[in-house]
């Protein structure tokens, strides 16, 4: 059973918004002066930080590139120059 395009754009998203939010939350928790005011570093709880704020980058990074792949005849479309035609991207790209 094959998604369609829309559908895995949509989830996509979803999942890369949600690992965005975790990444920016652990990041604020392991703030010097966060850790420090609710003395974080004890029982461990710093290294569990530390280590999903680490696998939700990395998470994060992966849902980029799936991202840039998913949207990038769009981007490519968008980003080339209008006033000049056949450029060499054009004709890389398959665009021409």
Do not use: Q
């Amino acid at each position: 059973m094959k998604l369609p395009k829309h559908k895995i754009n949509y989830y996509t998203n979803i999942v890369s918004f949600f690992v965005f939010i975790i990444c920016g939350v652990t990041g604020i928790l392991k703030f010097p002066m966060i850790t420090d005011a609710f003395n974080i570093y004890e029982n461990g709880v710093f290294m569990l930080l530390t280590y999903v704020h680490d696998i939700s980058g990395l998470l994060l990074v992966v849902l980029i590139i799936l991202h840039i792949f998913l949207h990038g005849r769009y981007m490519r479309k968008m980003l080339r120059p209008k006033t000049k035609k056949n450029l060499w991207i054009d004709k890389y790209w398959g665009l021409s």
